[in-house]
């Protein structure tokens, strides 16, 4: 699929299953991988980005198998159980597989080596490095350790009390799983509370953790309990199918067992400010985490502002907000975003230039945009930058144009939904 041909959307109806939550899932394997025994999981990401992670630590010595549809055991061997790998670990496009494992890399008594694809290797990494050489870590890279592929010789760790600069919930992962290793408490305090899945998973594994708002404090432990992880839907990947169902006239979706934690649901916030009928029915918990189902419909939208506290907690899905902007009434202004221009492509430069293409009118700024929409959007040819939110967003841009819209590169979409294309043509029925 490195061509994507979408023609326009007359109708959606039915019912939307996206997969598990990629943070979670990164997460769940890295825990159980550490934990004293047997972890099953359910409903793993079934992306490219999980299938790296997995893979280092089958290299360190781990077993996982599959037991069907998305659901595995993990053997875990407890937090000294991993083995030096032989070989270089390879995230792929997976941000955080690289930054999350060079936190728990730098506790390790042996050597390995980071590296991921041609935009890994350009994103920043001194956000990361930075901290964990403040509590003793020995890492190198090129550009002083800002670039992967990083050499980390692990060891010993000593327990600090880190500011985040921007909020970072990678970071801050990183942070807490080396302050599992590490001689004393490690204290995170971040500007604003990024996502906390490792803080909830850390913490139903039975690890002391302690949170006062958007601090958190993880005490050096002897081992994770083995649980079952039943992983919630991923929101980042249903804003694609939210957005769909607001845009398109004649739509109704329902989407299930989708991932509500308050730390992610920006998107949500933002898109009912403009008129959205969202519906969130059906609440639970599940895997410590809040989950419901989403029921959508078309609506008029019209055009809000993004900024401070809401940057965090919708960073992922500001590309398909965009792509809603375009189609609200008025100018949306999205600010403070400046961490949008460091992710798999630069989203900011991205998205302006390939709506600009599709006639919609959009002004760049160093930490955002201003999308002036309700014009239309008209289908072209256009690029994805070989990023997976950027190729879906434009593929749903592409429902509301009355010409076919053509993304070119595509295969980006497996890293983290490979099932977009068929559920896309599944409710366009
Ligand atoms: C993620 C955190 C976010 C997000 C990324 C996944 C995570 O990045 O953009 O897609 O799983 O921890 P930052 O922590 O860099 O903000």
């Given at each position: 699929?490195?061509?994507?041909?979408?023609?326009?959307a007359?109708?959606?109806?039915?019912?939307?299953?996206?997969?598990?939550?990629?943070?979670?899932?990164?997460?769940?394997?890295?825990?159980?991988?550490?934990?004293?025994?047997?972890?099953?999981?359910?409903?793993?990401?079934?992306?490219?980005?999980?299938?790296?992670?997995?893979?280092?630590?089958?290299?360190?010595?781990?077993?996982?198998?599959?037991?069907?549809?998305?659901?595995?055991?993990?053997?875990?061997?407890?937090?000294?159980?991993?083995?030096?790998p032989?070989?270089?670990?390879?995230?792929?496009?997976?941000?955080?597989?690289?930054r999350?494992?060079?936190?728990?890399?730098?506790a390790?008594?042996?050597?390995?080596?980071?590296?991921?694809?041609?935009?890994?290797?350009?994103?920043?990494?001194?956000?990361?490095?930075?901290?964990?050489?403040?509590?003793?870590?020995?890492?190198?890279?090129?550009?002083?350790?800002?670039?992967?592929?990083?050499?980390?010789?692990?060891?010993?760790?000593?327990g600090?009390?880190?500011?985040?600069p921007?909020?970072?919930?990678?970071?801050?992962?990183?942070?807490?799983?080396?302050?599992?290793?590490?001689?004393?408490?490690?204290?995170?305090?971040?500007?604003?509370?990024?996502?906390?899945?490792?803080?909830?998973?850390?913490?139903?594994?039975g690890?002391?953790?302690?949170?006062?708002?958007?601090?958190?404090?993880?005490?050096?432990?002897?081992?994770?309990?083995?649980?079952?992880?039943?992983?919630?839907?991923?929101i980042?990947?249903?804003?694609?199918?939210?957005?769909?169902?607001?845009?398109?006239?004649?739509?109704?979706?329902?989407?299930?067992?989708?991932?509500?934690?308050?730390?992610?649901?920006?998107?949500?916030?933002?898109?009912?400010?403009?008129?959205?009928?969202?519906?969130?029915?059906?609440?639970?918990?599940?895997?410590g985490?809040?989950?419901?189902?989403?029921?959508?419909?078309?609506?008029?939208?019209?055009?809000?502002?993004?900024?401070?506290d809401?940057?965090?907690?919708?960073?992922?899905?500001?590309?398909?907000?965009?792509?809603?902007?375009?189609?609200?009434?008025?100018?949306?202004?999205?600010?403070?975003?400046?961490?949008?221009?460091?992710?798999?492509?630069?989203?900011?430069?991205?998205?302006?230039?390939?709506?600009?293409?599709?006639?919609?009118?959009?002004?760049?700024?160093?930490?955002?945009?201003?999308?002036?929409?309700?014009?239309?959007?008209?289908?072209?040819?256009?690029?994805?930058?070989?990023?997976?939110?950027?190729?879906?967003?434009?593929?749903?841009?592409?429902?509301?144009?009355?010409?076919?819209?053509i993304?070119?590169?595509c295969?980006?979409?497996?890293?983290?939904?490979?099932?977009?294309?068929?559920?896309?043509?599944?409710?366009?029925?």
């Amino acid at each position: 699929m490195d061509t994507l041909r979408i023609t326009k959307a007359k109708k959606l109806t039915g019912e939307v299953t996206v997969p598990g939550d990629k943070s979670i899932s990164h997460r769940a394997v890295m825990c159980g991988a550490l934990a004293s025994g047997d972890v099953s999981i359910t409903n793993l990401c079934s992306g490219d980005d999980t299938a790296r992670t997995v893979t280092m630590f089958q290299q360190m010595g781990i077993s996982i198998q599959a037991q069907g549809h998305h659901s595995f055991v993990i053997h875990g061997k407890g937090l000294h159980g991993l083995r030096e790998p032989d070989d270089l670990l390879y995230a792929g496009n997976s941000g955080t597989t690289l930054r999350l494992m060079a936190g728990l890399l730098s506790a390790q008594p042996f050597f390995s080596v980071l590296s991921g694809d041609s935009s890994l290797r350009r994103r920043p990494m001194n956000r990361v490095v930075e901290p964990l050489r403040h509590m003793g870590a020995h890492i190198n890279g090129r550009d002083h350790g800002n670039f992967a592929p990083l050499a980390i010789q692990g060891g010993p760790l000593r327990g600090i009390a880190y500011h985040l600069p921007v909020a970072s919930a990678q970071v801050k992962s990183a942070l807490l799983f080396a302050g599992l290793y590490a001689d004393s408490q490690t204290t995170v305090i971040e500007p604003v509370l990024s996502r906390d899945h490792t803080e909830r998973m850390l913490s139903c594994m039975g690890v002391p953790i302690n949170i006062r708002g958007s601090e958190v404090t993880v005490q050096p432990c002897e081992h994770l309990e083995p649980c079952r992880l039943d992983i919630p839907g991923d929101i980042s990947a249903a804003a694609f199918f939210i957005v769909a169902g607001l845009i398109v006239p004649d739509a109704e979706l329902v989407l299930r067992a989708i991932g509500i934690n308050p730390t992610r649901t920006g998107c949500i916030d933002i898109l009912r400010a403009m008129g959205g009928q969202i519906d969130i029915f059906n609440e639970r918990i599940q895997c410590g985490e809040p989950v419901a189902d989403i029921a959508v419909r078309s609506s008029s939208l019209v055009a809000t502002t993004i900024e401070g506290d809401l940057i965090p907690r919708a960073i992922d899905e500001l590309p398909i907000i965009a792509v809603a902007a375009a189609m609200a009434a008025g100018t949306t202004v999205i600010r403070n975003a400046r961490e949008l221009r460091v992710k798999e492509s630069d989203r900011i430069a991205a998205m302006t230039s390939e709506l600009k293409k599709c006639g919609v009118v959009v002004e760049a700024y160093d930490d955002g945009m201003a999308i002036t929409g309700g014009r239309g959007i008209r289908g072209t040819v256009c690029d994805s930058f070989g990023d997976h939110r950027v190729a879906m967003s434009l593929a749903i841009a592409g429902l509301c144009a009355e010409e076919e819209m053509i993304i070119r590169d595509c295969s980006c979409i497996q890293t983290s939904f490979p099932e977009f294309m068929g559920t896309l043509v599944r409710i366009k029925g």
